[in-house]
């Protein structure tokens, strides 16, 4: 139940799915919890990272 609410939540354009631009405050929220004592991600840090795991497809899907 908290784990949809919180997929509601970042789910912004209701699509069921989450894009990249709408997981990268996610990937900052995470590193952020677990190195608080580390740097600060950047948007373009967490967009690369979704890249690399997603790979292509995910990038040209909502980019391209």
């Keep these: 139940e908290r784990c949809m609410a919180s997929f509601d939540k970042t789910d912004t354009d209701n699509s069921n799915a989450l894009e990249p631009n709408e997981l990268w405050n996610e990937c900052v929220d995470l590193v952020a919890f677990a190195e608080p004592d ?4 950047t ?3 967490c967009m690369s990272f979704i890249y690399e795991v997603g790979g292509p497809q995910v990038m040209s899907t909502h980019y391209g």
Excluded: A, S
């Excluded at 580390?38 to 991600?41: F, K, S």
């Design 38 to 41: 580390g740097p600060p991600l």
């Design 43 to 45: 948007k373009e840090d």
